[in-house]
């Protein structure tokens, strides 16, 4: 079998393609739940904590510097801001929460739907199993 034929049977057995749809599902799923969530949620989160904005919430370790010019014509880099996002932290958590429970409800539906099949009785033995097992017994006596 060649190389190619074998990754063509490999890419488009079921299990595979899926996959990949899942994968991009969830993906586009992802992103309707973070705009759920900090368009509608956190709004509400905010609202509810006395007008707080969750994506701004920080702790500020070290402010930061402007780019400065010296009066010898040196100038200072600027540093950035460094900072403990918390805010985002707590978004993103609420995110993962709705997703979370999202997934766990598409697993119930399903468990649900799949309903326990009694495993079927083992069979009897065959009309030709019968007959020579009466064979057998009589040349026993």
Known sequence: MSFIKEFKDF?????????????????AFG??????????????????????????????????????????????????????????????????IVVAFAVFMVIKAINSMKKAEPAPAPAGPSAEEKLLSEIRDLLKK
Not at 11 to 27: E, K, Q
Not at 48 to 55: E, I, M, N, P, R
Request: charged content about 15%.
């Open 31 to 96: 992103k309707i739940v973070s705009s759920f969530v900090e368009g509608m949620v956190m709004p509400l989160v905010g609202m509810l904590t006395g007008g707080v904005d969750f994506s701004k919430k920080m702790f500020v370790l070290k402010d930061a510097i402007a780019e400065v010019t010296n009066p010898d014509g040196t100038v200072t880099a600027a540093v950035a801001e460094i900072s403990i996002k918390y805010g985002m932290f707590i978004t993103n958590l609420i995110d993962f």
């Open 11 to 27: 890419a488009m057995r079921g299990n595979l393609v899926d996959t990949a749809v899942a994968f991009v599902m969830g993906a």
